[in-house]
Nanobody
Framework: QLRIVESGGGLVQPGGSLRLSCAAS????????IGWFRQAPGKEREGVSC????????NYADSVKGRFTITRDNAKNTVYLQMNSLKPEDTAVYYC??????????????????WGQGTQVTVSS
């Protein structure tokens, strides 16, 4: 069974950077699309960025375009989210998720069925 573990969260000042990692075990990520989602207190979980299994397609929420970059290293069974120019509104628990559907599909939580436990990102001065 696919197991996902996120890491790399923490406290950072506005304008700073973090790189989140999503490491998988149990199965190869080669056939899984991967998404990063976040949930702030009192808000619904939202899609941040998703990448196809081959890495040839990626999409981003409007709020993070130009600041966040998703990449994957299938040899390391890991997906990354580089977050630059962080803002206080980026504060949330960030989750990594996977699916193995034939269609890459939308970057929404309901389309993904394997989830990690999340990592906290706090942007504050």
């Amino acid at each position: 069974q696919l197991r996902i573990v996120e890491s790399g969260g923490g406290l950072v000042q506005p304008g700073g950077s973090l790189r989140l990692s999503c490491a998988a075990s149990g199965r190869s990520l080669d056939y899984y699309s991967i998404g990063w989602f976040r949930q702030a207190p009192g808000k619904e979980r939202e899609g941040v960025s998703c990448i196809s299994s081959s890495g040839d397609r990626a999409n981003y929420a409007d709020s993070v375009k130009g600041r966040f970059t998703i990449t994957r290293d299938n040899a390391k069974n890991t997906v990354y989210l580089q977050m630059n120019s962080l803002k206080p509104e980026d504060t949330a628990v960030y989750y990594c998720a996977a699916h193995s559907r034939m269609v890459f599909g939308p970057c929404v939580p309901t389309y993904y069925n394997y989830w990690g436990q999340g990592t906290q990102v706090t942007v504050s001065s």
